[in-house]
């Protein structure tokens, strides 16, 4: 492929997306609907005008540490202090409960297989897709809404950012079946190091950062610097510590949340990602899909993979949710937050291809899965949100 015939897909991409973001606002969906619609038309699944490429890949994932940093801008601290327990309660359950509803759905297809043995481990695998949780599509919906700093949407942040790194782990442990290397005692001590190493460093960089805001105050430096600080962060997370790097990106921004000029910086990176990074990410999902290996045993299973995935979560979050005292609207709202997929499904099942715990063929099941949550949470959020007033989002 030419070097230059990437400005040919950027360019299409970019078109489509935006063309059927605006149809989908004017139809009354978020606009995120739409891009998602616009890369399964333009990908391999329908048209096949554009195709998934490593930099495509590349430049999505830029997409998505973009738009998490810009959430963890616009969080507030205080709000995240008050919903944290909370939140750990969520993402527990939202954790345990797909996990036991993935393993279930797969022995209940082929068969239960003992403990040890390799069908087991693969029934297991399967669960642990279905624990981690895509936040960018619910952030991107509750921010379209104005929605995101209040309690139900900084709880839903919080618990899935949460979620991912307990998932992780999970994932660690369920390789270690396969791989005897594998220490799950490691990854959890990475994970708690990773934390501690994030609020040392954040607490330096965000007196570093306030000094220079104090002395710069609006200068366009500082969102620059800010970007840089996110990158490095993300690029941390994942190489020292097996962190998502998406976690290290949304607790960059959670570190400069507090400056003078968080609005400034937010404001500055919100241009970048709704004109170029935004788009390329949200098509990426449509993509990424293609129907070539299904067959109708696959087609059930994936029905029944997507409808598992997506009610386990409702239920896990939102019971928990309610537990803690959320009203049941509000659970609703949590629980339905918590059920997009994503990013960390895609590496997760990734991995799972390289050790040999799942089969190619199942990919096209967790695509799938990908794609209905991805639509289906942010118009059910708008359901939700319908006729709902700044005060009911309020922190008490």
């Keep these: 492929m030419e070097t230059y015939a990437i400005f040919k897909d950027l360019a299409i991409i970019i078109i489509v997306a935006k063309f059927f973001g605006i149809l989908a606002r004017k139809c009354g969906a978020p606009q995120v609907v739409g891009e998602i619609v616009a ?32 959430a963890g801008l616009e969080t507030n601290i205080r709000d995240l202090v008050k919903t944290g ?35 087991f481990y693969k029934a297991v695998f399967i669960g642990t897709i279905l624990t981690a949780t895509s936040v960018s599509i619910t952030v991107e919906s509750l921010k379209e809404m104005g929605k995101l700093k209040g309690r139900v949407g900084t709880t839903i942040l919080s618990a899935a ?73 993300a690029y941390i997370a994942e190489k020292y510590f097996g962190i998502a790097d998406i976690t290290g990106a949304y607790v960059s921004g959670v570190i400069l949340c507090n400056l003078k000029d968080s609005e400034y910086i937010e404001k500055k990176m919100d241009t970048s990602s709704y004109l170029l ?25 994936s029905l029944a993979f997507v409808a598992t995935g997506m009610v386990s979560k409702i239920i896990g979050c939102g019971a928990m949710a309610k537990l803690c005292r959320f009203n049941g609207k509000d659970s609703l709202k949590i629980g339905v937050g918590m059920m997009t997929r994503g990013e960390v499904a895609l590496i997760v099942s990734q991995k799972g291809l390289s050790v040999g715990l799942m089969p190619p063929v199942y990919f096209t099941s967790v695509i799938l899965l990908i794609i209905v949550s991805s639509i289906l949470t942010p118009l059910i959020l708008k359901l939700l949100y319908r006729g709902s007033g700044p005060e009911e989002e309020a922190v008490s």
């Excluded at 909370?86 to 993402?91: G, P, S, T």
């Excluded at 993935?102 to 040890?116: D, N, Q």
């Excluded at 990426?284 to 696959?298: A, E, F, Q, R």
């Design 39 to 70: 890369g399964l038309l333009i990908g391999p699944c329908m048209l096949g005008i554009v195709n998934q490429s490593d930099f495509l890949a590349q430049f999505a994932e830029i997409g998505v540490i973009l738009l998490m940093f810009s």
């Design 277 to 301: 990074f935004g788009p390329v990410f949200f098509a990426s999902i449509g993509l990424k899909t293609n129907v070539d290996n299904l067959n109708l045993d696959i087609l059930l299973f």
């Design 161 to 233: 950012i949460i979620d991912d790194v307990i998932g992780i782990v999970v994932l660690t442990f369920v390789i270690g079946f396969k791989n005897p290397e594998s220490s799950g005692v490691e990854v959890a001590l990475s994970t708690v190091l990773y934390f501690v190493f994030a609020i040392i460093v954040g607490y330096i960089v965000y007196h570093i950062f306030k000094i220079v805001d104090m002395r710069y105050e609006h200068t366009r430096r500082i969102p620059i610097a800010g970007w840089a600080f996110c990158l490095i962060m």
């Design 85 to 119: 327990p909370v939140a750990f309660l969520i993402a527990c359950c939202g954790v345990f409960f797909p996990l036991l509803c993935g393993t279930l759905l797969y022995m209940a297809f082929y068969g239960a297989a003992p403990w040890g043995s390799e069908n």
